[in-house]
C-alpha cells in the first residue's frame, strides 16, 4: 500500500484546511485510513480515523471541528479542519492499517505540515 498525502499549509487561527490522502496498491486489505499529527518536540499523535465501514473516532482535542470522510472510490481519505488553533500546528501523517486477514501492517504516508499562526 502507497500513500500519497496533500493539503497542508500556512492558515489564521480560525481557518480552515483540507488534507487529502490518496491509497494505492492492495487497497482492498485496508482496515481503516487515518490521520496522526506529531508537532515539535512530542509524540504523534491520533488526529482522526475512519473503517471501510464509516466507522469514524477524534480525539477529543479535534471533536468538533475536524471532520474525517472518505471519497466515492474509498481510496481517498479527507481531513477538513475548521476553527484551526495554533495548537494544531503539526506534521500530519496519513496512515492505513491492513486487515488481520493480511497481516494488519501499518503503512504510512508521508508527512504535509500544517501551521496556525495566531
Known amino acids: 500500500v502507497q500513500l500519497q498525502a496533500s493539503g497542508g499549509g500556512l492558515v489564521q487561527a480560525g481557518g480552515s484546511l483540507r488534507l487529502s490522502c490518496a491509497a494505492s496498491g492492495n487497497i482492498f486489505s485496508i482496515n481503516y485510513m487515518g490521520w496522526y499529527r506529531q508537532a515539535p518536540g512530542k509524540q504523534r499523535e491520533l488526529a482522526a480515523t475512519?473503517?471501510?465501514?464509516?466507522?469514524?473516532n477524534y480525539a477529543d482535542s479535534v471533536k468538533g471541528r475536524f471532520t474525517i470522510s472518505r471519497g466515492n472510490r474509498q481510496n481517498t481519505v479527507y481531513l477538513q479542519m475548521n476553527n484551526l488553533k495554533p495548537e494544531d500546528t503539526a506534521v500530519y501523517y496519513c496512515k492505513a492499517a491492513q486487515k488481520p486477514l493480511y497481516g494488519s501492517g501499518s503503512y504510512w504516508g508521508q508527512g504535509t505540515q500544517v501551521t496556525v499562526s495566531s
Open positions: 475512519i473503517t471501510t465501514g464509516g466507522t469514524t
